[in-house]
């Protein structure tokens, strides 16, 4: 009997996990049967629907693993659509969505983990890892490691695997060589990209941008993402007149085409699990600016595909990138070890087929 998937994810908002959740189901669906539970009018939902994909409307919160009823609901779909393995997304997944698939003999229940934050060492988390999870799928070294940070014998180690998230390389060559032309000016194009909420740091960029332009460079900056921060950002770049300098360019659908358009990758996140904005900016042979912090490392080899500054520290961040602005030779020399450091780690097929062969049970 062929196998078939149910992926998980009622996360209303569209991030890194999301977007892996909709790449490896539509990625799976031409090997097996796959359909994905996720909450009714969700950026996920709408993708699904567009790719052809039966949908389950679902939506789980942090007390739904309390609620019989929803527990019940869930058991029943499971049976219903024979569903043998279950990819889980968020903690309230796990909880509802991995008991439910526990109680309706679901033979594999697969946590895919992509948060930087250690789980709390609780009777119930130790349930969930001990009877409940058989894999964890984690997308960076970082997060296996925070994931057993409060309790090494909670999570069997056996049980965690390392897929980093990947990127269409030849996507983003193409895209940079289509471009190559068309710059004439000497401006050096700063870019980043991610939701713009507080964790993602816009608000420092804003503030180095500022400092290199009163330094007589010529840069510019485009921020892209969408969040609830967007009002405040442009209100910071309104008040210190960097309109002409410093572009906010709402959510991307063509992250090549936004990647091509730059010459250095800027990031201050504060924490990440494995951005996928960096594998796409290290695709398109792009240095990059992160801080030393989180997986930023594990991502950035510091002076060989881009350079790290001291966590939070604005003065270093603004010499890093200087430090780039002036050396073309050196943004040449980091971008192409990046892209070469994507085709080896990052390429999405191979990653693809790697995350496949875990769901399947085939590896």
């Not at 091509?260 to 594998?279: H, M, Q, T």
Request: aromatic fraction near 8%.
């Amino acid at each position: 009997m062929v196998s078939k998937v149910c992926f998980v994810n009622t996360s209303e908002s569209w991030g890194g996990g999301e977007k892996w959740h909709a790449t490896a189901a539509r990625y799976l669906s031409t090997r097996v049967e796959v359909v994905v539970a996720t909450t009714p009018s969700s950026k996920l939902h709408q993708r699904m629907t567009e790719y052809g994909l039966p949908v389950f409307p679902i939506r789980i919160g942090n007390l739904s693993a309390l609620n019989p009823w929803k527990i019940w609901k869930i058991v029943k779909f499971f049976r219903q659509q024979g569903v043998q393995t279950v990819v889980l997304n968020l903690p309230a997944d796990v909880k509802a969505a991995g008991i439910a698939a526990k109680i309706a003999g679901v033979k594999r229940i697969i946590y895919r983990r992509g948060m930087p934050k250690p789980v709390k060492d609780t009777i119930v988390n130790r349930y969930l890892f001990a009877q409940v999870v058989t894999q964890v799928i984690v997308n960076s070294k970082e997060i296996g490691r925070t994931l057993i940070a409060y309790n090494q014998r909670m999570v069997d180690e056996k049980k965690v695997y390392v897929v980093y998230n990947g990127v269409d390389v030849s996507a983003h060559e193409k895209a940079k060589l289509a471009l190559s032309s068309e710059r004439n000016d000497s401006v050096v194009r700063l870019g980043t990209a991610g939701r713009l909420v507080e964790s993602k740091n816009h608000a420092l960029l804003i503030g180095v941008v500022e400092r290199i332009l009163k330094s007589g460079r010529s840069v510019s900056l485009e921020i892209a993402g969408a969040g609830p921060l967007e009002p405040g950002l442009r209100e910071l770049v309104n008040s210190r007149g960097l309109q002409d300098s410093v572009k906010l360019s709402g959510f991307v659908n063509d992250p090549a085409a936004f990647m091509a358009r730059l010459d250095i990758f800027v990031f201050p996140s504060k924490y990440e699990g494995s951005a996928n904005a960096i594998v796409e900016a290290m695709a398109s042979a792009l240095p990059v600016v992160a801080f030393d912090v989180s997986s930023m490392p594990e991502m950035v080899e510091h002076e060989t595909t881009g350079l790290l500054a001291k966590y939070e520290s604005e003065d270093d961040f603004t010499a890093k990138v200087v430090a780039l602005v002036d050396d073309k030779r050196l943004r040449q020399k980091f971008g192409a070890a990046a892209l070469a450091r994507a085709k080896r780690d990052f390429d999405s097929q191979k990653n693809l087929k790697v995350a496949a062969d875990l769901i399947l049970g085939s590896t």
